[in-house]
C-alpha cells in the first residue's frame, strides 16, 4: 500500500500560513511574513545557514515549488547563479513564507545528525564548527594567486564569504606550497580558524564547562561523534575568597585588582582542567576549536573579568546576560589561540547561564504539561513552565541545604549522615563512608526533620516537642531529646547523656531549614500565582543539581520543600546544567535556543513581590504528617 | 534669479537607471539591479550603514519619493517601525534603484563631514569608529535590567544591533551604577569596542601606518577632526636581516622561528612608535580605537606573522592579498586592547598595500584621463589607469636608484652627490650636507647619465664615449674619462690622476642603470599595450614615494625611465602610499574603496609575459638626445 503524504490544510486564521519542507516532508505552520529561514528553524528543519539570515552567505538556499516564485531580492541575485535563480532556488532568510508552498533544501555541511551521546540521550549533532577539505589547484606564473584566494574559492560553494583570522592565515602561509596537496579549514560561525595539512575532517574536539561556585566541571567532547571523550573537575580556584557567591562578590568589593584575581583563579581552575582533559584523552591543543560555559551570572562575570559586585546589592542589576563570545586566547586557554568561546546568556542576576542550560537540556517551554524545576542550594533557582510559558525566580535559600550554619552541620563528604530513619522508639542513620559519623549533611538534614515531622516529634509549626510533651507522645524517643534555654535538641546518634558522644539536631537547626525551605516554597507559589496554577496542576517536578540527585523526594515533599504533588512526579536530573553545556557545544540549534530562551522567561524578583513577607510567612509552615495528625 | 534643479533627464540606455538623492539633491546613474545603498556609496553619497548592506542594522533607511514604494522585505519589517514602512521608508540595501525615483536620507552618526587634513586636503571625515553617548535610567527592583540591555536599548535607535567585546563589558562593570550618569559607547563596525564614563564623544584617536621596507612611519590622527597630532617614523627593525625584500625573505626561510623573530621586529618599531606619538600629543593609550596599515605584501605578511618566503620565488605566491581584520591585543599594540588593526589589501605579491593606498590617495579609478604612477624602487610599482580601468606590474629594478651595487653609490644621505650638471668642458655636483662628496645617490645617478647622454658623452646604446672618442667630441670632458678594460669611467668630482681623490661613474653603473630603468619602462610599456594606449595618450605621470620626490621629472625623461610625455605632465606625489592609510583610518567609504580597489585591478606578471625579453631589450637604450645628435 503507497504511503499517502499528509495534505496540507490551509489553515483558517488569516494571520499564518501553512508550507511544507523536504526532504523531511514536514508541514509547518508560520506566521505570515516570517521568513522561510526562520520558519524552518522554529521547527529544527535544518535549513543551513552561515551567516544566520544575513543574506550574505548564499547557505540557505532552497527550491520553491508549488507556489508563485517571488522576485528575487539584490541578496538572492548576488549569491545565486542565474541558472538557479531562474530553476527556482532563492535564500531561504530573504522571503516570507508562502500559503501552500513546498521548500526543498539541500542537506550539506551543516545537516544536523541524530546521535546518541552518554548522559544527553539522543541530541542533534550540528556543531557550530564545520571542517572542510579542500584541494586546490596550486597557482601558476599565469594565475599567481594567494594561497587564501584559491583556498576561498574552493569554500565559496560550500560555505559562503569567510574571513580569516590572524593566527589561521599565519598557518596557512606555514603549510606553504604544500596547499595543492589538501587543506582542512576550521570554520566557526563565519570566521576560519584555522588551516589543517590534510584531511583532517574525522578530528574535532570542543570543551564544555560547567563553572560552579564550588565546583567546576569541563568536558571534553568529540564534535564529529557526539561523544565524550574525557571529564575532568576541581574545586573552583576561587574558594580562598569564601564559598558562595556573597562572599566572592564581597572580595572584589575590595576594588579592582580582587576582581582581576578572582578572574584569573577561575580561569587557572579552567586551564587546569582542560590540559587535564587533553592529556588523558591525547588530544592535540590546537584541535580544541571551541568551548562553551554555563554558570550563575556571577560566575560567568568573573569568568569574563567583569565586576560582579553590584549583583549583590538592590536592585540587583548584573553587566550583562546576553551570551558572550570571544577568542580563546583572550582567557589564555590552552587551545589553538582562535577557538571560539561561547559563554550561555542569563535570565537575570541569580537564573544564570546554568539555569537557561537545565532549561535546555529539559526541553523547558517546548514539552507539553506543566512542568517545575527547582536548583537547590544557596540561592533555589526555580524555574515553572506551563505550556510554552515560562517563569523563574531565584530564592535566598541560605547555606542550609549544603550543611552550612547547622550545629553538626557538613558538606556531603564521608562521615556526613545522609540518611535518617526514626520510629517510635530508634533512630536509624546512613553515614556516606560507612564509617563513624561526624556530622550531618543537608539531605541527612532533610531527612532527619521530615521524620520527626512524620512520628510526630516536631510540629508543623517548627517547634521541636519538649522532653515532657515528648515522654507523653513518644515514649520511646524521650531520653534523646536534651533541654536547653534555645528549644532544646534532638539526639540523633551516640550517647544522648553526653554532647561530646552524640550528634544531635537543635531546634535552630530546625529553623534554619524551615527558612531555608520556606524560600524555596514561597518561590514556587509566587510563580505558581503568577501562572496562575495550583500545585495540583503540576504534572512534574524535576530536581536539577548535586542536592536534588541526593535528596529523597518523599522527604523533599513531606518537609513542604516541593509542592504537594505525587511522589512518582518528582525526578532528580541530575547536573542538568552541564548537559546543557554541552548541548551548546554539541549543536548550534541548542545554542540558537539557549540564546532564545532568556527573552521568553518571565523573571519574577522576589523581593519586589508586594505580599512577599505574607508569602513567606504561609511557606514557612511544615505540611501536617498524616501519621502526626493520628498521634495528635 | 531662483536656481533651478537640473532635471533628471531618463537614460536611453535599458541597462541604466537614473535616481536622485536627498539631501544633496544630486542625480545618480546606476545600473538596473544595483541597490539604493551601493548606487548611493558609488557616488560618494553618505547614506549610512553599519552592517555594511546585510539587511541587519537598520540605519541605511531612505525616504521613497515619486516612485513606487516597493513592498517591504522582511529586513525592512524587522528594521522599520510601521509608521515608517506606511510612510514609505525602506532599507536601501534591500531594493533596487527605481527610475526616476527620489531618496531621502537622513544625515546621522555618521554623517560624512569634508574635512581640510594637513597633506591630504580635502577628505572625507567618516571613521570607522563612533562615539555615541547615552544616559540610560538606573535599573530598579522591578526593572532589574542588566547594564548592556540598558545601554543597548539606547544604542539600538541610532546603531542597530551590536555585540560588545570582553573588554567593553569589562569596563561597563567597572563603572557600574556611575552608568546612570551617562556613558559613551565606542563603536568599530559592528563591535563595541569599549566604554567610558559620561561624554567622550569628542575625544577619538587612531594611527595611521606606512610599513616601509627601510622606513616605517606612524601618524596619531584625532578621528574627530581630521588633524594628524603626532608623526614618528623609525628604520624597520627588520633591517638587521637585510635591506631589501629578497632578504628579508631570505632570512624568513632559515625557519619558522625566523618568521616569529621578523615578525617580533616589526611589532617592536610600530610599538615604539605608537609609544612615541603618544607621548608627544599626551593622549592615553585607551583612547586611540583603531590603527590601519599598508605595506607591500612582505611586509604586510610579516607584521601579521605569516611566512612570506614563497614570494621570492615562482610563482610568487602570497599567502593572502585580502584585508585582514584583528584586534590589537593580537599584535600586543599598546593602545585599547579591543582596538581594531586594519590592514589594507594587496593587489599581488609585488604590488602590496601600499600601491593600494597610492591608488587611493591619487583617486585612480575614479579621475577622467590616462594616469600612469610609478613607485620607484628595488621593485619599481606600476600601475596605468586608462577611464576607471586599472592595470599594474611590478619591475624588478635592482638596487640602483638606491645608490646600491653602484661602484661609488650610496644612500641619500649626507655626503651624497644629488644633482649633476654637465657641459661641454666643466662637471657641477650638489652635495647632501653640503659637504665633501663622498659618493652618489640615485637621483645623482640618474642626473649623471642624463648629462652625459645629453652632451653625448654616453650614447644611446648606453656605451661611455673612450678616451678618444671623447677627445674628438668633446675634447674638455676628454681628461675625465679613466680607461680600464671594463669600459672606463668618467671622473665626476676630484682629480682624475687621483683614483682615491676622486669620485667617477664607471661604465659598469651606466649599464646597471640602464637596466634599472629599462626593467621599469619595459613594465610601462607593458601595460601600455595591455590597454591599448601609447605614451602620447598619458596625461599625465605620477611619481610617488621618496625616490619620486629626489628625482629631476626632466632628467627621468631624459634617461627614458618615464616614456616620453611633456615635462609638465610629470608630477612627485611624496608619501601617497602613508596617505592612503591615513584616508583609510578617517573614512570609511575610502576603506571600502581600497577593499574593491584590487578587484579592479588587471594585475600583469611581467615574467609571464610571452615576448618579454624583446619588451626588456627594447626599453634598455636611453633616448637619443637631441642635443647629442647634433653632436653626432
Redesign the interface.
Same mark, same amino acid.
Given at each position: 500500500m503507497a504511503r499517502s503524504t499528509p495534505e496540507v490544510r490551509p489553515i483558517s486564521s488569516p494571520s499564518t500560513v501553512s508550507c511544507r519542507f523536504l526532504p523531511e516532508d514536514r508541514a509547518v505552520e508560520a506566521e505570515v511574513?516570517?521568513?522561510i529561514l526562520d520558519a524552518a528553524h522554529a521547527n529544527d528543519i535544518p535549513v543551513e545557514t552561515v551567516?544566520a539570515g544575513?543574506?550574505?552567505c548564499g547557505t540557505c538556499r532552497v527550491l520553491v515549488r508549488d507556489a508563485e516564485v517571488p522576485e528575487p531580492?539584490?541578496?538572492d541575485?548576488r549569491r545565486l547563479a542565474i541558472a538557479q535563480l531562474a530553476g527556482g532556488w532563492r535564500l531561504a532568510?530573504?522571503?516570507?513564507v508562502d500559503a501552500g508552498a513546498v521548500y526543498s533544501h539541500p542537506l550539506g555541511i551543516r545537516a544536523v545528525r541524530v546521535v546518541e551521546s552518554a548522559g544527553l540521550g539522543r541530541i542533534s549533532l550540528d556543531p557550530n564548527i564545520q571542517k572542510i577539505y579542500v584541494k586546490p589547484s596550486?597557482?601558476? $606564473?599565469?594565475?599567481?594567486? %594567494?594561497?587564501?584566494?584559491l583556498v576561498?574559492d574552493e569554500l565559496a560553494a560550500a560555505a559562503g564569504d569567510l574571513?580569516?583570522?590572524?593566527d589561521a $592565515?599565519?598557518r596557512?602561509? %606555514?603549510i606553504?606550497?604544500e596547499i595543492s596537496q589538501g587543506v582542512t579549514v576550521v570554520i566557526a560561525g563565519n570566521r576560519v580558524i584555522s588551516v589543517e595539512r590534510g584531511d583532517t575532517t574525522g578530528v574535532a574536539y570542543g570543551l564544555a564547562f560547567d563553572i560552579g561556585t564550588t565546583t567546576v566541571v569541563g568536558a571534553l567532547m568529540d564534535l564529529t561523534t557526539g561523544q565524550e571523550v574525557a571529564v575532568a573537575s576541581d574545586i573552583n580556584g576561587q574558594h580562598i575568597y569564601g564559598g558562595d557567591v556573597i562572599s566572592r562578590m564581597s572580595a572584589t568589593m575590595r576594588g579592582?585588582e580582587f576582581?582581576e584575581r578572582l578572574h584569573r583563579a577561575i580561569l587557572d581552575t579552567v586551564r587546569g582542567i582542560t590540559t587535564r582533559c587533553l592529556e588523558a584523552a591525547d588530544v592535540r591543543p590546537d584541535r580544541v576549536y571551541e568551548a562553551t560555559f554555563v554558570g550563575n551570572t556571577v560566575m560567568t562575570?568573573l569568568l569574563?573579568?567583569?565586576?560582579?559586585?553590584?549583583i549583590s546589592y538592590?536592585?540587583?542589576?548584573?553587566?550583562?546576560?546576553?551570551p558572550?563570545?570571544?577568542r580563546a586566547?583572550?582567557l589564555d586557554l590552552p587551545v589553538l589561540p582562535s577557538a571560539w568561546v561561547w559563554v550561555a546568556p542569563a535570565v537575570?542576576?541569580y537564573v544564570g547561564g546554568d539555569i537557561v542550560g537545565v532549561m535546555l537540556s529539559t526541553n523547558l517551554g517546548r514539552r507539553r504539561g506543566t512542568t517545575l524545576v527547582i536548583d537547590v542550594g544557596t540561592n533555589g533557582e526555580i524555574v515553572l513552565a506551563h505550556q510554552r510559558r515560562l517563569f523563574a525566580t531565584a530564592a535566598p535559600a541560605g547555606p542550609a541545604f549544603e550543611g552550612a550554619e547547622i550545629t553538626r552541620g557538613m558538606r556531603a563528604a564521608p562521615g556526613a549522615i545522609e540518611r535518617v530513619r526514626i520510629t517510635s522508639n530508634s533512630v536509624g542513620v546512613d553515614v556516606i563512608g560507612g564509617g563513624e559519623p561526624e556530622g550531618i549533611c543537608g539531605s541527612g538534614l532533610v531527612d532527619a526533620v521530615a521524620e520527626l515531622l512524620r512520628v510526630g516529634a516536631v510540629l508543623p509549626s517548627g517547634r521541636l516537642l519538649s522532653g515532657d510533651e515528648m515522654e507523653k507522645a513518644l515514649p520511646g524517643l524521650a531520653d534523646r531529646v536534651r533541654p536547653d534555654d534555645t528549644g532544646g535538641e534532638f539526639v540523633l546518634t551516640g550517647d544522648p547523656a553526653s554532647p561530646e558522644e552524640s550528634i544531635a539536631l537543635h531546634a535552630q537547626d530546625i529553623r534554619r531549614l524551615q527558612l531555608a525551605k520556606g524560600s524555596i516554597r514561597c518561590g514556587t507559589n509566587v510563580l505558581l500565582r503568577e501562572a496562575g496554577l495550583q500545585p495540583s496542576d503540576l504534572d512534574r517536578v524535576l530536581l536539577a543539581g548535586a542536592f536534588g540527585a541526593y535528596i529523597d523526594p518523599a522527604q523533599a515533599l513531606a518537609i513542604g520543600l516541593l509542592p504537594p504533588v505525587p511522589e512518582e512526579a518528582v525526578e532528580a536530573i541530575g547536573n542538568a546544567a552541564g548537559h546543557g553545556a554541552r548541548m551548546c557545544l554539541l549543536s548550534l540549534t541548542s545554542r540558537v535556543r539557549a540564546t532564545d530562551l532568556p527573552g521568553h522567561v518571565h523573571y519574577v524578583?522576589l523581593?519586589?513581590v508586594p505580599d512577599f513577607q505574607d508569602q513567606f510567612g504561609d511557606a514557612m509552615g511544615f505540611p501536617a504528617s498524616d501519621q502526626a495528625a493520628s498521634n495528635d
Open positions: 511574513g516570517t521568513t551567516c544575513k543574506g550574505t531580492t539584490p541578496h541575485k532568510c530573504q522571503h516570507p596550486p597557482p601558476s $606564473l599565469h594565475d599567481p594567486r %594567494a594561497d587564501w584566494s576561498q574571513d580569516p583570522t590572524r $592565515l599565519s596557512l602561509g %606555514a606553504g606550497e579592582p576582581v562575570h569574563l573579568g567583569i565586576d560582579p559586585s553590584r538592590s536592585p540587583f542589576a548584573p553587566t550583562t546576560v546576553d558572550v563570545s570571544l586566547s583572550e537575570a542576576s524578583e523581593s519586589a
